[in-house]
């Protein structure tokens, strides 16, 4: 079976691949909604109802296989008992790496270096695929603005053209240059659309999002990964706008396919389909069925509404055409990654899991990943003065914390912490003295506070490591405060009052208000969820062996009440002139001074999107835009120099953002439409250029159609989304 096939045959409306076009016109209609349903596995030992299932052809993959052994033997009773033989396609949740656990996504597009996070999803398919992983749901490219939704960490954050570049790099290295290169898997871009807009963070909640927003920000990144040639998609648990994500023709059809010209196959999220009954979408299983087939959702995950549609296509409430299309998207997937001529998972001759290579690349990203947010008196490095060391804290010494949400196959084993990293690294010749002082991250236990204070006496420095446990990020992760769980705010403060400096190294899924953690610290440190090599990763930072180089991907709020609060953001009428709070007793109640602020917090956020400190410092001059002015169609290059102003060799993620004055409708204050990591020698001048077209600059306008308008456009470039230098182009 199986014979080469291209793009072109793949898109050929009605099929054009002999193969599949024959199996259909042999297929029941068991068989074809057999093809549109995925089961999960729970248990080791294959049941006889799910053999009896896949020979009867009643379902055409499966998640979360528990070994090689169980998938090759489902996909022999597939190919060789069951009437058509069709190859089942086995998936699974491989976010940020298989065994080999890198960074949280959320964290890896803190890198800016889409192409080391396009490396990294190359290994943790080559990991998958060894242990027979046909496809993966990832990447997750949710625009998430708001830190109380745990799910933020499985997002590249809140800005659509960073997570557009992170989103494609995971889709080319999770899938290689083609579908079925050996050693990669499908991808599956999720959740179609708007999931990470849910009303106040709370996890599942109802998503409104007005369409020229919807297009704009949250489906941008998607349509990055369809042009990437992502092979799946998955719908979303969301009510969009009234329509559930899973019911939705408009994103599905229209968009989609329509306009995008998706050719893959669209997976429903864990129950989605059914779960439109508690929407109030559909009255039943049945409905549910009926309305997410037709909406163009061509394979159902985890529940059985779709068990339904032979029944559904007799009674004349689903046409025939909607399943066959459906049907035809599922088989040209499997054909397109080879299923049909290789069903079976072969062991490789030599394993690539967990590989010196894979974990290199770990170190790397996590080292990439992290985020200088403070560095008072140029702390950080450690200097050679440093001699004791306390280290102290629930998330020094955490194995499996430090792998983040989503890492249901990375071995705690496998993961080496801050403490061992320290101790390897230090040697005889500095002291460490190491304590807890809580015995997790969400104790309100403050028995380990004396041993940790004692500690701390004993040290030059203290080096503190808080954060979030693992499980309180990721999905149904929701939280409505965001600070240090537990006491180890309470912790800080008391090993402020030991005098010593305190570097502080905050873990976590999301980004936290630490405004307090970082003003008790001389330095403080942002690591998310760092992976497998999140320790070695963290001391390289800590001795100076590598330059911090990450930015924050998302804006950090000061207080959850600034929620939501992104950088490209629209003005008001009455923007905040200071950044001043408070009104004094006895205000008069006059509009003097009425600005778009608050009372009671600074209207900025605590740090800033794209913001990120290194050892050394950086200036941008010299700023030319050329041509200046251009018709609609047209380009420039926007060429700065760069100057690595410090003592140090170092790298920072140049990044340029635009600014439309005037257009028919309003628009952001800024956004990033270009970014470089540059690494400069200290002292090293460099002269940077990027390109720009008149579409960077389009926009979606009131008739949804994207436009570019005539007009001054500011450019900034700097090193975050606050950068000042600035010039302009005009489209003519
Ligand atoms: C999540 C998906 C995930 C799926 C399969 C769902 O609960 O929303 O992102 O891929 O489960 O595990």
Known sequence: MGQALNGSDVRSAGGGVPLIEELLARMTLVEKAGQMSQLPIFQAETTAQTIDAVREGRVGSFLNAQSVEQRNGLQRVAVEESRLKIPLIFGRDVIHGYKTVFPIPLGQSATFDPALVERAAAAAAAEAHEAGIDWVFAPMVDIARDPRWGRIAESCGEDPYLAARMGAAMVRGFQGPQPGTPGRVAA?????????AAEAGREYGTTCIPEQLLREVYLAPFKACVDAGVLTLMTGFNDLNGVPATGNDLLL???????WGFAGFVVSDWGSIVEMVRHGFVEDEPHSAVVAAQAGVDMEMGSGAYANLPKLVDQGRVALRTIDEAVRRVLTVKH???????????PRKVSVTLSNEHRSVARELARESIVLLKNEGRILPLGPHVKSI??????ADDPRDQLGCWSFDGEAAASLTVLAALRERCGRDIQIHHAK?????????????GAAIEAAKKADVVLAFVGEPANLSG????RAFLDLPGVQQELLECLAEVGRPIVVTVLAGRPLTIGRTCELAQAALYAWHPGTMGGPAIVDLLTGDVAPSGKLPVSFPRAVGQIPIYYNAKNTGRPATSHARGIPIGTPLDPEGFESSYIDVDVTPEFPFGFGLSYSSFEYFDLRVTPSRGKIGSSATIAFQMKNAGDVPGVDVAQLYVRDRVATVTRPVRELKRFERVSLARGETRTIEFALTTQDLGFWGRDMRFTVEPGVFDIFVGGDSRAGLGATFEIE
Do not use: M, W
């Open 336 to 346: 397109r990654l080879g299923l049909f001529d290789r069903p079976y998972a072969e």
């Open 253 to 259: 059809e229209n968009i989609l396919r329509g306009e």
């Open 437 to 449: 002082g809580v015995e997790d991250c969400r104790t309100h236990d403050r028995s380990g506070f």
């Open 188 to 196: 599956c871009a999720k959740h179609f659309a708007g999931y990470g």
């Open 390 to 395: 306390a280290v102290i804290g629930p998330q």
């Open 475 to 478: 999905e149904c992760r929701s």
